[in-house]
């Protein structure tokens, strides 16, 4: 059973940037054939789609990230990650990552088989 490590989570003040990271136990040339997302939950929310990349190599992002955060993998290392830049109060939140083997990039939690066990975001106003 594949298992997913997110690291990278913290305090930073708002404008501020993190990077959080994620990295797989399976090897380089399986971790290929996974599409990695990124997902948030707020305190009292429900759980919500950031970002995704698809093991073909498309993206896709949440509207309120696009042209804040990256999300970008390494295959040779099993690890995906999602830059996050121009860091808002409204980014608090615990974020996961997730995997679906062989995904064009959804954005339903649904379609993700695997999922880590969450960095906490806080950012301060």
């Known amino acids: 059973q594949v298992q997913l490590a997110e690291s990278g989570g913290g305090l930073v003040q708002a404008g501020g940037s993190l990077r959080l990271s994620c990295t797989a136990s399976?090897?380089?040339?399986?971790?290929?054939?996974?599409?990695m997302g990124w997902f948030r939950q707020a305190p009292g929310k429900e759980r919500e789609f950031v970002a995704t990349g698809s093991w073909v190599g498309a993206v896709n992002y949440a509207d309120s990230v696009k042209g804040r955060f990256t999300i970008a993998r390494d295959n040779a290392k099993s690890t995906v990650y999602l830059q996050m830049n121009g860091l808002k109060p409204e980014d608090t939140a615990v974020y996961y990552c997730a995997a679906q083997l062989y995904g064009l990039g959804a954005n339903a939690r649904s379609a993700y088989e695997i999922w880590g066990q969450g960095t906490q975001v806080t950012v301060s106003s």
């Open positions: 399976t090897s380089a040339r399986a971790f290929a054939n996974y599409a």
